[in-house]
């Protein structure tokens, strides 16, 4: 059996007996990268398990190969780079390379070797910055016409129209919006959530992004500009209801206020002019006590029956008791 025979039959016995497809990884260009086995692995007298690396079907060779008793070997190519777990088996490369992209399999021979994990692993490089511009096409007083071109530092482009009107921006039919590049990366253009044109270039390990705001170039349509003046209506009517709430019930108190002060002004006056009007010149207190509830306060009835009429009549010869009201009227008059 030739080499490459070889080779194949060892990618396809992989294959069969793991426990799974093939994993892809990727890792940024000069990143560490681990790799587990998906299987138990107990490596037993004249036994050995053994990580592999193979680039294409005329390259394969051992990253590392592990004997009983912990005994490890390291190829020469990844030597200062590259460890093995003694615990759980899983391969550890450090600083990755382009050159390092490939299959990488781990297998444990026994009676015959058995495939316990592979990674189909890929190295790549971070993108390039990308360059966003944005031009007017047409812009009236109820929508905006922007062209768009999304641009990489190797010549890759596209070019996108959008319409803005007073709810939302919108591609234009036929425009490009996104492209795979020859380093098979993805260029985009698309709306952002903040309202924003965005040009994106990435791949599985690293994005770089640029973006516009809308309404720097259609202010009078801008993105969203329907929803932001909705949202202002609603809070200045929020407040005036708030204001008007708080001015009607200080009102109402106010009001409630003055109307219990003129009702005790009312009764106060109705009494003392109902006193005013009733009182004799005859009565023995009416030069000596005013009209007020202090004088009433000191005059007894006594008891009913013949002895009332007695009592009455003694009461009448006293003199009544005067309040300080009284002493100041009484005092003025002399």
Known sequence: MGPI????????SCQMQGSSAVTPRFVLTGKDLLLDILSPVVVVENSDFKWKFQLNVTHNENVLKLYYGNKTKISVRYEGRTKISLQNYSLHLRNMQQADSGLYSAWINVDKDQCVGEYNVTVQDPVSPVELTVDYVSNSSDSCNLAVTCSTRDSHHINNLF??????????????????????????????????????????????????????FCPKTAYLIGKQVIIIV?????????????????????NKCVDMENTVYDILQDNVTAQTVNRKPSD???????????????HHTGSTGSSGTTGATKSR???LPESLYAEVEKSARS
């Open 163 to 216: 319409t803005c009107d007073s709810k939302n921006c919108s591609h234009e039919e036929g425009g490009e919006r996104s492209k795979v590049t020859t380093s098979g990366a993805s260029l985009r253009v698309y709306l952002g959530d903040d309202s924003s044109i965005v040009c994106e270039h990435s791949n599985q390990v690293s994005s770089a992004k640029n973006n516009s705001m809308i309404e720097h």
């Open 317 to 319: 010869d006293k003199p």
């Open 284 to 298: 023995d207190a009416s030069g000596l006590s005013p009209t007020t509830t202090y004088c009433l306060v000191g």
């Open 5 to 12: 025979s070889f080779v194949c039959f060892l990618v396809y």
């Open 234 to 254: 609603i809070v200045v009517a929020i407040i005036i209801v708030i204001a008007a709430a708080v001015f009607y019930h200080q009102k109402k108190r106010k």
